[in-house]
């Protein structure tokens, strides 16, 4: 995997909206501006918003080709370091006719989101670049009052950080509590819980090693059967990381997508699981019971490795997994471990 450069204070970064374009429609453009003062104050960061990728969710959503004209412009680049996502939705796959992967494979640097974005890392992953599954504008930068500090210091260990190993370490806390996106709460704060868990084994025991592959599963039926869809060879001996989105799918449906999955052969091609907290906890014991339902009594994976309530995603706070990356994980101390910088 081609790894890009490590952010530095004063590296310019690239803002595009590769799905849903809310970020740049009047109600919600505040979140825009409190994301990108944040970028430059608290990381340094010279912030360069693409073309389109405020032109607000209708024409956004009527444009696919200009969303992607964008990322590709922000790949070719040169004084762009890193691409943030604005945020996901639910149609970025319509966007994938119009992009070049010679152009991502000639221009390595640092692309990060989540949700939806899983198309566009599968993009990065047959690429060969390393991408990084984490944090995007309107939601993690553009929190009111704060940015969660565990996700803060992800991303200043992730992707600024210089290290040869690094220990993902579980949140202590959480939250699940609303506020509504408009600008008479921007003075409001999340109100936050112990994690009563941690990190959870919930399968296997011993050590397992292998690249982090994977993304938001109610994704994965979008890319299936598609050019970007991670190919057999490309599963074998990785750990599949996969999260639950804001919509809290039912656990028939995680049910369903696992026995595709193990269909595929996926699933017996694979060294581990990471499964992230599911938002706001609901379906928490529903999603294990589905897990291990087609993991260990349909598959008879009984000694594959499983985390579960891993803090990725569309939970709060989340960190960051690049992906590509050599991981292990030591099912005895329970912990989770980068075995090799996703950066150079």
């Given at each position: 995997m081609i790894k890009p450069k490590k952010l530095k204070r004063g590296d310019k970064i690239a803002i595009v909206s590769l799905s849903w374009g809310g970020l740049g429609d009047e109600a919600l453009i505040h979140k825009y501006y409190i994301a990108k003062e944040r970028l430059e104050r608290d990381f340094g960061l010279e912030v360069k918003c693409m073309p389109y990728a405020l032109k607000g969710s209708e024409f956004i959503a009527k444009n696919p080709q200009l969303r992607a004209r964008d990322l590709m412009d922000a790949f070719r680049d040169t004084s762009v370091s890193a691409i943030f996502c604005a945020i996901g939705g639910d149609d970025t796959i319509?966007?994938?006719?119009?992009?070049?992967?010679d152009i991502i494979r000639s221009n390595p640097k640092i692309f990060m989101g989540y949700s939806d974005t899983t198309i566009n890392h599968f993009m990065m992953h047959k690429a060969g670049l390393v991408s990084f599954y984490g944090p995007s504008v309107m939601c993690e930068f553009g929190e009111y009052v704060k940015m969660f500090d565990?996700?803060?210091k992800a991303v200043e260990d992730v992707l600024f950080g210089a290290w040869?190993?690094?220990?993902l370490l579980p949140s202590p806390e959480w939250t699940d509590d609303y506020i509504t996106w408009q600008e008479s709460n921007k003075n409001t704060s999340h109100s936050m819980k112990k994690d009563a868990y941690g990190y959870e084994v919930i399968s296997g025991n011993g050590i397992a090693k292998g690249h982090l592959l994977g993304g938001c599963i109610d994704?994965?039926?979008m890319a299936n059967g598609t050019s970007i869809w991670p190919t057999l060879d490309e599963w074998a001996n990785a750990i599949l990381f996969f999260e639950t989105s804001e919509d809290k799918p039912s656990p028939d449906f995680v049910l369903?997508?696992?026995r595709n999955l193990a269909a595929q052969g996926v699933l017996n091609a694979i060294n581990g699981m990471i499964v992230g907290k599911p938002k706001d906890e609901t379906y928490y014991e529903e999603y294990k019971k589905a897990?291990?339902?087609?993991?260990?009594?349909?598959?008879?994976?009984?000694?594959?490795p499983i985390f579960y309530n891993v803090n990725f995603g569309h939970a709060k706070p989340i960190g960051i997994l690049p992906y590509g990356i050599e991981t292990e994980l030591n099912c005895n101390e329970k912990t989770i471990r980068f075995l090799e910088s996703?950066?150079?």
């Open positions: 319509r966007t994938l006719p119009y992009i070049d992967l565990y996700t803060k040869d190993e690094y220990e994704v994965f039926m369903w997508t696992l897990i291990r339902q087609v993991v260990a009594e349909e598959e008879h994976l009984i000694r594959l996703p950066t150079v």
